[in-house]
Structure formats: C-alpha cells, structure tokens
C-alpha cells in the first residue's frame, strides 16, 4: 500500500506526464487559417500581383502560398476562392486583349502559386478541400469566348508568370 506521500507524488507525475504529452502533441500543428492578408478582396490580390514575376506579397508580406492551409476551414476557403477567382477573371479579360501582356504574366504567377500552394497542402495528391478551387481557378484563367485556343504569345506570358508563381509564390 503507496503512503499518502507517495501517492500525490505519483498523481503529481501523472499529470505532469500527460502535460508533456499534450505540449509533444500540439507542438507538431500548425495554424489551420489563412493570413489576414489573404481574405482580402480580388482587388488586394491584383495590386500585389503587379509585382509579378517578381515575387508577390500581399500586404507587403504574406506570400499567396500561404493562402491555403491544410484542414482550412470551409468559410475561410471560400472567402479565400472568392478573392483569387476575382482576380483570376480580371487578369483573364485583360488577358485576352493583351495577350503578351502584364496581366498575362500576372495571371500565370497567380494558378502557379496557387497551384504550388495546394500541393504543398497535399490538395492535389489526396482530392482534398483545394481541389474544387483548383478547377475554378483555372476555368477562370483559361476562358476564352467561343472556346478558341489562346494564343501562343498567351502561353508563353502565362508561362513565364507560372514558373515564378511556383518558384515564389
């Protein structure tokens, strides 16, 4: 039979114990949200992207990769869609009257970070809670009227603009 003593030593341990294991276990998560910056309108995302190819930040700051985050919450990942979409379909129009053009680099650097940034996540490999942005995303970068192929001086600006999106992003 444990004395009084060495009974509260071993509760004492136990607890102490499993404090350790809950600072092991949260020690390895990560914040599930999206930067401020992040949430902010199509039109935030159009004024860093005039960086573009160099590297973008929004806010000054904050990569468009961080954007996405694993486990984001659908609302978050919503507000988030909303304001790439925006701004995918802005760069598209200007695109598509221009396409050689600073949009078109821009356009390019923003699907490569996102693109980078879903993978990262694991969004790309799993079907996971990126993939339907994925789609919209690129739906709304590569419209064209009447289904036409954009041109090729189209393919080479989004080129270069997705390889620094990639790089960078």
């Not at 949200?33 to 960086?51: F, M, N, Q, R, V």
């Not at 970068?141 to 960078?168: C, D, I, M, V, W």
Request: with cysteine; aromatic share 4%; net charge negative.
């Amino acid at each position: 039979m444990l004395s009084r003593g060495a009974a509260w030593r071993g509760g004492v341990l136990a607890v102490a114990a499993s404090l350790v294991v809950g600072l092991v276990a949260g020690c390895g998560q990560e914040d599930e949200s999206a930067p401020p910056a992040c949430l902010g309108s199509a039109t935030a995302y159009l004024d860093a992207l005039k960086a573009a190819p160099d590297p973008v930040m929004l806010d000054g700051s904050t990569p468009i990769s961080d954007c996405l985050v694993e486990d984001q919450e659908p609302a978050e990942l919503g507000q988030v869609g909303e304001g790439l979409v925006g701004a995918a379909t802005r760069l598209n129009a200007e695109a598509r009257r221009d396409p050689s053009g600073d949009a078109t680099v821009e356009l390019g650097y923003l699907i490569g970070a996102v693109q980078q940034a879903a993978a990262d996540s694991g969004a790309t490999e799993s079907g996971g809670i990126h993939t339907d942005l994925l789609r919209r995303l690129d739906s709304a970068a590569r419209f064209n009227k009447g289904g036409e192929p954009l041109p090729t001086s189209f393919e080479r600006a989004f080129g270069k603009g997705y390889a620094a999106g990639q790089n960078s992003g």
